[in-house]
């Protein structure tokens, strides 16, 4: 018996873009149809039209990507047999790389066992990984106040819970933070131990130390997040959390640690690595095979080739000298135009100035009349999970020559004029 279709009732089940639609039922889940698009993507767009100037993205210096040995590392791999290298790879990461980095990292003072690593996508992909393997409904989920608004984001998709924990000035109010962790319910601990994004804070080694040993005792996991680390403009060494829970409990710890080459070789090959105490190893490692695979061969030849061949160590100093001196031009700047009108910390490394405004002054409303003077930079806001502090804002001094600067923080001060 054949069947007849009726192309008219399946056309009118189907939506424009051709998805079957239930009538009567949104498509997006309902956690998707909560969700905005950031903020920071959406400003930078202005980043790219004729004009502007741009503090908003947390990006590095384009110019100061080394191109010329991108192209030397690529040109001998391509000169060598390379079959391999447009192959699929294992979901771990390539061993030469993960080798690389483990003995790279030494220079840091950071061991990892290479076996006990994990290739991902940047960073991004091993905070979402964290998320998945370790969050639950209802979990909750520490983190400093403020924080990277992409991981918030991560975060909102989850069941899990936001909280923010308390800092006494610059120093972790570890009292406050003990009380929190003995009511129960917290299951992870998101902190970015150096020059964070976006305070340029620095979380120091007691303080370390202290934190390390009360995520053990409640059992709470400790996500490191740290992409600016490489980047300090002071010769101070910290140990990680990670070496920390190390020493203090062997493979017994509760710390991941993620970096990335995003900050320090190119954003562009998506590629950062994530290490873990060995019983997590295979549960991230099927979550990763089951979201993407593995991370591109291609891209992981080639940061593994320009570790061992020394280049990379050379740019992290390149970018030390360059990023501060960006940082001390853009300090002055404000200092010319806006001295009175905003306050800032001095970061010891990484990309961000966290500024305030005078109180009652708010960012947003500066932002939009900053947009028309053609500059943009982040309304520290979006930073925050719970009651923002609407005259904070970040600015990334990473992109800025010494004239770029200057005329950023004229057009910011005019723009603070037309709103006052
Ligand atoms: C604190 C922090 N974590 C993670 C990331 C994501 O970096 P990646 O490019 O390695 O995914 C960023 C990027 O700005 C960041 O600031």
């Known amino acids: 018996m054949t069947h007849k279709i009726n192309f008219d009732k399946v056309k009118s089940n189907l939506s424009i873009s051709g998805q079957l639609r239930v009538i009567g039922q949104p498509m997006l889940s309902k956690k998707s149809a909560q969700i905005h698009s950031s903020p920071v993507r959406d400003l930078l767009k202005y980043s790219k039209e004729p004009g502007f100037i741009s503090l908003a993205g947390g990006i590095p210096a384009t110019d100061m990507i080394d191109v010329e040995g991108i192209d030397k590392v690529i040109h001998q791999l391509l000169s060598e047999e390379h079959r391999a290298l447009f192959q699929y790879s294992v979901t771990e990461g390539e061993s030469v790389l993960r080798e690389a980095i483990a003995q790279w990292s030494q220079g840091y003072g950071v061991v990892f066992n290479s076996q006990e690593l994990l290739i991902t996508n940047g960073s991004q992909q091993g905070i979402d990984l964290l998320n998945r393997v370790f969050l639950e409904k209802d979990d909750i989920v520490l983190v400093e106040r403020p924080t990277y608004l992409a991981a918030l984001q991560l975060f909102n998709y989850t069941d899990a819970r936001i909280e923010e924990f308390d800092y006494q000035g610059e120093s972790i109010d570890l009292v406050a933070l003990e009380s929190k962790l003995a009511a129960g319910g917290v299951k992870m601990l998101y902190l970015i131990p150096n020059f964070a994004n976006p305070t340029g804070r620095i979380i120091d080694d007691t303080l370390r130390v202290e934190i390390v040993k ?23 060494q910290r140990r990680t959390f990670f070496t920390i829970a190390q020493e ?52 992981q030849a080639i940061a593994a080739r320009y570790i061992t061949s020394g280049r990379i160590d050379e740019r992290i100093a390149l970018l030390k000298q360059t990023y501060r001196e960006r940082r001390d031009a853009l300090i002055a700047a404000l200092e010319r135009h806006l001295a009175g009108k905003i306050t800032y910390n001095i970061p010891d490394g990484g990309m961000f100035l966290w500024c305030h405004l005078n109180q009652g002054v708010d960012a947003s409303q500066l932002l939009a009349a900053c947009i028309e003077e053609k500059v943009v930079f982040v309304p520290g806001a979006v930073f925050f999970a719970q009651d923002p502090e609407a005259n904070a804002l970040r600015l990334s001094y990473s992109m800025l020559g010494q004239q770029s600067a200057d005329q950023a923080a004229e057009r910011i001060a005019r723009a603070l004029d037309k709103i006052s």
């Open 248 to 299: 203090l409990y062997g493979e017994d710890h509760t710390v991941c640690y993620m970096s990335s080459f995003s900050k320090i070789f190119s954003p562009g090959l998506r590629l950062g690595w994530l290490a873990m105490p060995k019983r997590f190893l295979m549960a991230l490692t099927v979550v990763k095979q089951a979201s993407d695979l593995h991370t591109s061969t291609l891209n």
């Open 214 to 236: 009360l995520a053990h005792k409640y059992q709470v996991v400790i996500v490191e997040d740290d992409p600016y680390g490489h980047l300090s403009f002071i010769d101070t």
